[in-house]
C-alpha cells in the first residue's frame, strides 16, 4: 500500500494514494482538498501550500531548501513540522504517514 | 437556466470565485462560464513549464476534472457571453444559449493584443495566453530555428528562456527602450537583459516591427521600422493583453480599459462585480492588476461578500517570473515609486531592488532572493521608511528593520 493520510482544516480525512515523483501538493490538490491553495502552481514562490508533517517520516524528506525556509517563515503557523508541500515528492517511504494542512495565513 | 451565482470566465478568479462560495456556504445554483473547452487551469505555466513539456496539461488544473460536479458547479465551458442585460439580469451567448442570474461575477480576463501591421495573420505568428495557443506553438516548435519574440515583457522573457532552453535561437524585440518597462524600474530591466544576452539571446529595444513576411502563407522573417528584416520560423507577439469588458461595457458598466469597480469589487451595475485582469480597482490604485494572486484574492472577498461578510479587498499584491535559473518575486506596487535602492550584488545573481515613494517602502523586486521577499512584506505593508544606507545593506536583516 502506498497510501497516506491528509487531515483537512476542517478536520476531515482523505486516504490519497501515492504517485511516485509527484509533489504532495499535487497530492492534495487530486484528492480534492480544495482549502489548499498552491496559488504558484509548485514553484516554490508562494507558501500557500503549507503543511505539516509527522514527526517518524521527517527522516525521509528531502532536506528544506534556504528558499522553502524563508518562504516557511512568512506563515504565522510555522512549527518544527513545516513544510510546504509542492517541495516535497511522494516517495515509498512516505506511504502511511499523516499531513496535516496547516492553517490560512 | 437560472443561476443565484453565474461567474463569466474560467481562470484563476472565476475557479476561486465558485470554490470560496462554496467553502463559505453558499447554497444556491453556481454556474462557471467560459470560453474554452478546458476545465480552469493555471496560466503561469503556459510560458513556462508547459511550454517546456515538463508538465503535462493535467498538471496544470485548479482542481481536478470531477472536482466542480462534486461542489455542484455547473462547468458551461466553450460559451462566450456576447450581451448582457442588466435590468433583466440575463446573460446571451454566442449561438443564442441565455442565462439568468441573482449575482454576476464577471471574472473574464483579457485577450492576447495582436498586432494589425502587415502580414499579421501568417502561419507561424503565436501569442501565449490559452492553451490552445501554446498547443499551437509547441506544434511549430520541431521545425523552427529561429525564433522572434516581440515584446519584453514578462510573458515575453519567459517564453524566450524557455525557448532558448529548447535550443531555439532566440531575438527578443522590445519598442521601449528597456525591457519590463512597463513594470519594473531600469536596475531589474537592465540585469536581465544581461541574463538573456548571457543565455545567447539577442536583445533588440527601441525596436519596431513594421510587419511580417512569408512565403506559401507561412512566416519567413520579422520586418523592423527601420528596414531590417530578421529570418524567422516562428513569431511570439507579447505585447499585453485587451481585457474582455465589452458586454458589460456594453451594458453600461462604468469603465474603459477595464470595468470600474470599488473596494468590495462592485461594478456600476447592481449585482455585478468584477474582478481578476479585467477590473480596474477606482478606489485604490485606479489600475487593472494582471497577476494570479489579485485574481484570486479578489475572488475571496466577492465570495465573502455574497455569502453575506461584505469584505473590502485590501490584499498585498505579490506575483513572481521564473526564467532560466531565476525566480523574481516581487510584492507591494511600485507604480509613482521616486526612488529605488539595489540591495545586495546583481553580479551574484542573488540581490532585491526595493522602491520608496516620499521615503516610504512601497514595492520589492526579489531575485533569487526569499529572504528579502518574505521579510520586505512587512515593511510594504507597513510602509516603512528606513534610510537608504540601511536598506542597501544586505548584511542587515529586513525584518530587523520592522522595530525602527
Not at chain 1, 528531502?62 to 517563515?73: F, G, N
Not at chain 2, 477590473?279 to 492588476?289: D, K
Not at chain 2, 494570479?292 to 472577498?301: E, G, K, T
Request: one cysteine or more.
Amino acid at each position: 500500500m502506498s497510501n497516506f493520510t491528509v487531515i483537512s482544516r476542517n478536520g476531515q480525512v482523505v486516504s490519497v494514494e501515492g504517485r511516485a515523483g509527484i509533489s504532495l501538493m499535487e497530492h492534495i490538490r487530486d484528492a480534492g482538498v480544495d482549502e489548499l491553495l498552491a496559488l504558484c502552481g509548485g514553484c516554490c514562490s508562494c507558501a500557500t501550500c503549507h503543511i505539516y508533517v509527522d514527526d517518524d517520516v521527517q527522516p525521509h524528506l528531502p532536506s528544506l531548501s534556504v528558499d522553502e525556509d524563508d518562504l516557511l517563515d512568512s506563515s504565522d503557523h510555522r512549527r518544527p513540522q513545516s513544510r510546504l508541500s509542492c517541495q516535497i515528492p511522494f516517495t515509498p517511504e512516505l506511504a502511511g504517514m499523516i499531513i496535516t494542512l496547516a492553517p490560512e495565513d | 437556466m437560472h443561476y443565484d451565482c453565474l461567474i463569466v470566465g474560467s481562470g484563476h478568479g472565476g475557479a476561486q470565485a465558485a470554490t470560496s462560495l462554496r467553502q463559505h456556504g453558499f447554497e444556491g445554483r453556481i454556474g462557471l462560464l467560459g470560453e474554452e473547452q478546458d476545465p480552469p487551469y493555471e496560466r503561469p505555466p503556459l510560458s513556462k513549464d508547459y511550454l517546456l513539456g515538463s508538465k503535462t496539461f493535467e498538471r496544470i488544473l485548479i482542481r481536478p476534472p470531477e472536482f466542480w460536479a462534486s461542489r455542484n458547479i455547473d462547468l458551461l465551458l466553450g460559451k462566450k457571453v456576447i450581451e448582457i442585460a442588466a435590468e433583466e439580469k440575463q446573460v446571451v451567448c454566442a449561438g443564442g444559449a441565455t442565462f439568468s442570474y441573482g449575482h454576476l461575477i464577471w471574472a473574464a480576463g483579457g485577450r492576447a493584443r495582436r498586432l494589425s501591421s502587415p502580414g499579421h495573420d501568417l502561419s507561424g505568428i503565436h501569442t501565449i495566453r490559452n492553451r490552445a495557443d501554446v498547443d499551437g506553438l509547441v506544434g511549430d516548435l520541431a521545425d523552427a530555428r529561429r525564433v522572434v519574440v516581440i515584446g519584453g515583457g514578462y510573458v515575453g522573457l519567459e517564453a524566450a528562456a524557455a525557448l532558448t532552453n529548447l535550443g531555439k535561437s532566440v531575438v527578443v524585440l522590445e519598442a521601449l527602450d528597456r525591457v519590463l518597462a512597463r513594470v519594473a524600474a531600469e536596475p531589474l530591466s537592465r540585469f536581465y537583459e544581461q541574463e538573456h544576452r548571457d543565455h545567447g539571446v539577442e536583445i533588440r529595444l527601441k525596436a519596431g516591427v513594421a510587419g511580417f513576411i512569408g512565403s506559401e502563407g507561412r512566416l519567413t522573417g520579422v520586418v523592423l521600422q527601420d528596414g531590417e528584416t530578421l529570418p524567422a520560423d516562428i513569431a511570439i507577439v507579447g505585447i499585453g493583453i485587451v481585457p474582455c469588458v465589452d458586454p458589460l461595457i456594453g451594458a453600461g458598466a462604468a469603465g474603459c480599459n477595464g470595468i470600474d469597480v470599488d473596494e468590495y469589487c462592485r461594478t456600476s451595475l447592481p449585482d455585478i462585480f468584477a474582478i481578476g485582469d479585467c477590473a480596474r480597482v477606482t478606489s485604490a490604485h485606479g489600475l487593472r492588476i494582471e497577476s494570479v494572486q489579485n485574481a484570486h484574492d479578489q475572488a475571496m472577498a466577492v465570495a465573502r461578500t455574497l455569502c453575506g461578510e461584505l469584505t473590502p479587498y485590501r490584499a498585498t499584491p505579490w506575483f513572481w517570473s521564473n526564467q532560466y535559473d531565476l525566480r523574481l518575486q516581487t510584492v507591494g506596487l511600485s507604480v509613482g515609486f521616486d526612488e529605488t535602492i539595489v540591495r545586495g550584488d546583481p553580479a551574484a545573481r542573488s540581490f532585491s531592488l526595493i522602491y520608496l515613494k516620499a521615503g516610504a517602502v512601497i514595492a520589492l523586486d526579489c531575485i533569487n532572493s526569499a529572504r528579502d521577499y518574505v521579510e520586505g512584506r512587512m515593511l510594504v505593508e507597513r510602509g516603512a521608511r528606513v534610510s537608504a544606507e540601511v536598506l542597501a545593506n544586505s548584511g542587515i536583516r529586513l525584518k530587523s528593520l520592522l522595530a525602527a
